[in-house]
């Protein structure tokens, strides 16, 4: 047993040399010799005597997996287009002359073939410790939107090379900044292929969402034993929770910056209790951090974000005086690279995805929350504001300030600049 540990420790060792000779090679295939053996000597550098000896040893037994077998041809190849790159002085024409046996090494094709490799690794690894291995790709909409789906095909392709369910790999994300399938095509579907687990609560189910975000953050420190109870006796009244939980969009982490600092801006106004005018005084630094983001996180022109941040402003909040809109569904489809940027920038929070109105019978709806940062100015509301408390249901359980908002959507001419 311990000479197999010994033998998968300097496998690892291998691949990461592999991986590493892999990032130093160019876009563009490369020609090399295949006689040439630069590699040996690099590999010896890196494992130690002792595992050199278990290698030997038990690569001639016959039970190692051939791709971790073959693992040194592939270092070696890769080595030596990785070296011959380097030789600044080498023609190309030289180099055509000079090689008898040519092989073409490609970036792309070595980095496929460690698929193969490191699903046997992994079964290796569950064979050996009985454990499996889980992947968890944090704040996976940082990556490019259009190298997404690469990214969870290769890591899937692992997944289903790999035995024994030895390895799985979970994509943690915002929904409306994650592309699982290139355009035109349909590898993956939520349904069949992912198991999606929500971590936030819609704002339609405003009340559980409440209750979501008190105990989120009751439970940041058990042992302050704050309870939820505790939370909601720090506001003056129900009121000014709810119109807390609206400025954040529920959005988790947005809660929990807003309520840091109306704790601060009423502790230092010697207030016991948050009211609204502390709520809108901490607005401002929701809105900087929302400007300051736009940039990072913009997945279209910036000026054309601006641009609809500027639309909404001038016809949503100050013509319409809302903070409510229906948005057509059919609409929304087609004008859905917009809005999914002003989402993501948290400048429109999704209430419902598909919301009747008073005012049509025959068309559905996409409501839409305002973000407070619009209309919150100093410590109060901008002046005549129609504030729709959405949340609130009539005796039949309808939502008739959801209901009763203004039907609204960026021009197509906007769209399509």
Known sequence: MLDEFNYFIATIKKIQFLINTISELPEEPIKININQKSSISEIKKVLTENEIKTVNKLSATGKVPTTILNLDGSIEATFTASRNIKKDKTSEQHLEKKLEYEKIISKQDEVSNLILIISDLFSEYNRLTNEKI????????????????????????????????????????????????????????????????????????????????????????????????????LFSNDEVLKFTVVATGGVPRDFLVILSEVIKIAKSENSNKIKKEHLYSAISDLKQDKESNIEIECDIPVEKIREAIEIIQREIVDDLKTNVILYPENLSKSHENVLKNLINLRYLHVINETTSSEKTKKENFVSYLIDMTFYATGKRLKQNFDFRQFWVQDSGHRHKYLRSAPIWNFKDDFISK
Do not use: A, M, W
């Open 134 to 233: 889980v992947l968890y790709l944090d704040d996976f909409y940082l990556i490019n939107l259009n190298s997404q789906p690469e990214v969870i095909q290769y890591f899937h392709d692992i997944y289903k090379n790999s035995r024994n369910d030895s390895f799985c790999s979970k994509i943690c994300s915002i929904p409306n900044r994650t592309k699982l399938n290139k355009d035109g095509k349909v590898d993956f579907s939520l349904k069949d292929d992912f198991s999606p687990i929500r971590l936030d609560k819609e704002l339609y189910d405003f009340d559980n969402l409440i209750d979501f975000l008190l105990k989120v953050t009751s439970n940041l420190n058990p042992n302050i034993e704050i309870s939820t109870t505790d939370l909601r006796s």
